[in-house]
C-alpha cells in the first residue's frame, strides 16, 4: 500500500508485483528493498532509501517485501540475506547488491544506471475565489456590449444567485431560449431557486433541530433542517436529513424526500458525497 505521505514508496507482495513492480519498471525504475522486522542493517538502510525516493521526485519508485511475509518473492529472487537491494528497469532486473550502503554509494548506484533526481513538480495555483459582487458587475458591462447573448444572461443568473438576489435571477432564468432553459447549468439554478424559495418564511435551525429532538417523527422539520443545511453550505448534513425522511416514510409529501434528494443532487459538487447518498437512497428504496 502506498503512504500517501511517500508517494514513490510503497509495499510489494507476490500477488501485486507483477503489475506494481515488473510492470510498472517499464515505465520508471523500480528499487526493490527486500527486508525484515528483525533485521538491525534493515532499519538503517531503509529511511535512506525512502529519502532518496523523495529526493529523487519520481525518478524511481521504491517497492519495500518483508521477507517473512512474502517467502516465496524472496526464493524468486534468491534473498540469502537482508537487507538485500534489486533494481529493475524495462520489466528486467538489472542489478542488485546485498547489505546496507551508505547514502553517497547509493546515488552513485542509482547514478550509474541513470537514474538522476527529477525536478519537484510546483504546486498547483490554488483557484482564485472570485467576489460573487465583482462577478456580477463583470457580467452586466459584458451583457451590455453583447445584449443578444443568452449564454452571458445564465451566467449572470447564477452569479446573482450567489449574492442572494434569487428574484432577479428567476426573472433572467425564465427569459432564457429553450435551448438554454434546459442547460445543466439553468437546472442546477432552478434547484437552487427552489430550495431557496422554501426557507423565505421557514424557522431557524435551531428551532428546527429541537422539534426534530422532541420528535424525530416531524419530517416537516427535518425537510426544512436539510434544506438549510443545503443552501448553508453543509450538503452531507442536508442530504442526509432528506434520507431520514425516506427511510421513517417515503410516500410523505408525495414523495418529498425523494424529490429533494433528486434536486439536491443537481446542485451539490462534492461527487463522492453525490455518490455515497445516491447509494443509501437506492438501498433504501429497494427495502
Not at 35 to 48: E, F, N, S, V
Request: hydrophobic share 50%; net charge negative.
Amino acid at each position: 500500500m502506498t503512504d500517501a505521505a511517500k508517494p514513490h514508496v510503497f509495499d510489494a507482495t507476490a500477488a501485486t508485483f507483477e503489475e506494481a513492480v515488473i510492470r510498472k519498471s517499464q515505465q520508471v525504475p523500480v528499487l526493490v528493498d527486500f527486508w525484515a522486522t528483525w533485521c538491525g542493517p534493515c532499519r538503517t538502510l531503509g529511511p535512506i532509501l525512502e529519502k532518496l525516493a523523495a529526493d529523487y521526485h519520481g525518478a524511481f519508485v521504491l517497492a519495500k517485501v518483508d521477507v517473512d511475509k512474502e517467502q516465496e518473492l524472496a526464493a524468486a529472487f534468491q534473498i540469502r540475506s537482508v537487507p538485500t537491494v534489486m533494481l529493475l528497469k524495462d520489466g528486467q532486473l538489472v542489478d542488485g547488491f546485498p547489505g546496507a550502503l551508505p547514502e553517497g554509494q547509493l546515488r552513485e548506484f542509482l547514478k550509474h544506471h541513470g537514474i538522476e533526481p527529477a525536478a519537484a513538480e510546483a504546486a498547483p495555483e490554488p483557484p482564485v475565489a472570485r467576489d460573487p459582487h465583482a462577478e456580477v458587475m463583470r457580467l452586466r458591462k459584458a451583457i451590455e456590449a453583447a445584449p443578444d447573448d443568452a449564454g452571458l444572461k445564465l451566467d449572470l443568473a447564477l452569479a446573482l444567485l450567489q449574492t442572494g438576489a434569487a428574484a432577479e435571477a428567476e426573472q433572467l432564468l425564465d427569459a432564457l431560449p429553450a435551448n438554454l432553459a434546459t442547460d445543466e447549468r439553468a437546472l442546477k439554478a432552478r434547484a437552487r431557486l427552489g430550495f431557496a424559495a422554501l426557507l423565505k418564511d421557514a424557522p431557524p435551525a435551531a428551532t428546527l433541530e429541537a422539534a426534530i429532538a422532541a420528535d424525530p417523527g416531524d419530517l416537516r422539520a427535518r425537510h426544512l433542517l436539510g434544506v438549510r443545511r443545503l443552501v448553508e453550505g453543509d450538503a452531507e448534513a442536508g442530504l442526509a436529513q432528506f434520507l431520514e425522511m425516506l427511510r421513517r416514510d417515503r410516500a410523505y409529501g408525495d414523495g418529498l424526500a425523494r424529490k429533494s434528494l433528486l434536486d439536491a443532487f443537481r446542485i451539490v459538487d462534492d461527487e463522492d458525497v453525490v455518490g455515497r447518498a445516491r447509494r443509501q437512497m437506492s438501498a433504501l428504496l429497494l427495502v
